[in-house]
């Protein structure tokens, strides 16, 4: 049984991910998916980029936050 990869969550689904950031902030990414497909294209751009984290909270949530660019 193969598992579909996410290209902005990887093997974690997206649902069970929210983002933390932005003006979406506190929805899921496969809420972003379906409501603003130009933002998860940007989602797509920040994952590949290596500018945006995971973090598994203690409530066995993720959360998706970008991360801060360095000079």
Known sequence: MSQVMSPVTGIIEEELVTIHFGEHRGKTVKDIQEIDPEFYQKLIE??????????????????????????
């Open 46 to 71: 920040l994952s590949e980029s290596g500018r945006s984290a995971l973090r598994r909270g203690m409530n066995r949530t993720f959360d998706l936050f970008q991360k801060p660019v360095s000079l």
